[in-house]
Each structure stands twice: as C-alpha cells, then as structure tokens.
C-alpha cells in the first residue's frame, strides 16, 4: 500500500517568509509525528498528534513553528519568518496507534537564504 | 530523560564480513527500541523493532538484534555485508509514556569496501 508521503520534496525560501509543509500519513494510521533533521542537531522529535487528542507540542522549538492535523489525516507544519537555523529536512512518520511502530515519509528538505 | 549514544560514527567494513554497529540507550522502565537505516537522499526505513519478550529480534535484510537490560544495550548485527547496506543506521528509543515519540541517536555511517 502507499506509504507517507510528503509535499514538497524541496522548498527554497528567503529569510523571513513563511512556509507550509504538508504529510498524507498512511490511510488508517491515528498518530503522526513530525521530526528534524539537520547536521549540528540530528534527528529531533518536534510534535505528534494521536487521535482528536491535543497535540503534544513539547519539540517545538519556538513560537514561529505551528502544526494542524486536519480531519484526523493529512498534516501541515508551519514556520513562520523562517531563519537560516531552520535549514533542515523535516520528517513525518505515522503509526497504526501510539504504541506501534512509525513508517517515515522521504522528507522536505528546506532551504532558508 | 531518555537519551541514546552510538559511540561509533564511521564503520568501514568489507564485503561479506560481519557487522555489529553498537548503540546504549538510557531510560527508566522497559524501552521501545529500533533501528533504521538511511539510504542518501531517502528517508528513514524501519529494520526491527523491540518492544518485549524475546530479547533476540530478526528484522529486513537480514539484520537482526539483541536487546541486553544489563548493559543498556541494542546492538544490531548481520552476518555476511552486501554493498547495498552502505547507508547511515540510526538506533532510538521510544518514549512509551509519551505517545512513543522516538529520541535517536548519532547515527552510524557504514561504509562497505569491495
């Protein structure tokens, strides 16, 4: 069956403009989870959602990242006035529940100029 | 708060040799554990998992790995290396208390030499 996917593949944006990235998880999965992955950090956790339950947003790392889950599906992460830190790629995964094991997209791979 | 260490960064190994790329977790009641792996370009693909029960776990391509409580331990192993396993491998522990969100390690970047 289909795996995550994610869009874009690719994003190329100037210090201080916003940008959206978007995660389909895989068709029946309840919990998704965003991850970062950049060369001084490694892979981070960032935010997850399960269900029609808050998100736990305790990876954020400030205030100009946001994420919604919309109809318990598709995932967008937000940044806003993005800075040259936040170069990196962004992972999503999605698990069957919060106690399986997490399948992850190929990434956005996000360039700030 | 959980934490998890590959001491190795690089591994060079040839082919068809053993490999057993080392990883120590730290965490306070029984862990979720896993590797996966990472091909240039791709994201991560899920090897084997352990959650309970059998402390020896058999995952893809042949990999398999231990689970040791008393040493922290969740080293993964495969007998015989192909070229295709050069890739960076990434050991995590999943926080069962927290929705399962994974903490990685490092990574180990194998390379593999004809």
Same mark, same amino acid.
């Given at each position: 069956g289909a795996g995550v996917s994610q869009s874009p593949s690719n994003k190329v944006?100037?210090?201080?403009?916003d940008v959206e990235l978007r995660c389909d998880p895989i068709s029946g999965h309840t919990a998704l989870y965003w991850y970062r992955q950049s060369l001084g950090q490694g892979l981070e956790f960032l935010i997850y959602f399960q269900g029609n339950s808050a998100p736990d947003k305790s990876g954020l790392p400030s205030d100009r990242f946001s994420a919604e889950?919309?109809?318990? /599906?598709? /995932?967008?992460?937000?940044i806003q006035r993005t800075q040259q830190e936040d170069s990196a790629v962004y992972l999503c995964a999605s698990s069957l529940t919060?106690?399986? /094991?997490?399948?992850?997209?190929?990434?956005t791979r996000l360039l700030v100029l | 708060a959980q934490s998890v260490t590959q001491p190795d960064i690089h591994i060079t190994v040839s082919e068809g040799a053993s490999l057993e790329l080392?990883?120590?977790?730290?965490?306070?009641?029984?862990?979720?554990?896993?590797?996966?792996? =990472?091909?240039?370009? =791709?994201?991560? =693909?899920?090897?084997?998992?352990?959650?309970?029960?059998?402390?020896?776990?058999q995952g893809i391509k042949g990999f398999e790995a231990e689970f040791k409580r008393s040493q922290s331990s969740f080293n993964l192993r495969k007998p015989s290396v192909h070229w295709s396993d050069a890739a960076e491998y990434f050991c995590a522990v999943g926080d069962n208390n927290a929705g399962n969100m994974l903490?990685?390690?490092?990574?180990?970047?194998?390379?593999v030499k004809p």
């Amino acid at each position: 069956g289909a795996g995550v996917s994610q869009s874009p593949s690719n994003k190329v944006t100037e210090k201080g403009k916003d940008v959206e990235l978007r995660c389909d998880p895989i068709s029946g999965h309840t919990a998704l989870y965003w991850y970062r992955q950049s060369l001084g950090q490694g892979l981070e956790f960032l935010i997850y959602f399960q269900g029609n339950s808050a998100p736990d947003k305790s990876g954020l790392p400030s205030d100009r990242f946001s994420a919604e889950r919309t109809g318990g /599906s598709v /995932s967008t992460l937000t940044i806003q006035r993005t800075q040259q830190e936040d170069s990196a790629v962004y992972l999503c995964a999605s698990s069957l529940t919060y106690t399986g /094991s997490q399948y992850f997209g190929p990434g956005t791979r996000l360039l700030v100029l | 708060a959980q934490s998890v260490t590959q001491p190795d960064i690089h591994i060079t190994v040839s082919e068809g040799a053993s490999l057993e790329l080392r990883c120590n977790y730290s965490y306070g009641a029984t862990p979720y554990l896993f590797w996966y792996v =990472q091909s240039p370009g =791709q994201g991560l =693909q899920l090897l084997l998992k352990y959650f309970s029960g059998d402390t020896l776990v058999q995952g893809i391509k042949g990999f398999e790995a231990e689970f040791k409580r008393s040493q922290s331990s969740f080293n993964l192993r495969k007998p015989s290396v192909h070229w295709s396993d050069a890739a960076e491998y990434f050991c995590a522990v999943g926080d069962n208390n927290a929705g399962n969100m994974l903490t990685f390690g490092g990574g180990t970047r194998l390379m593999v030499k004809p």
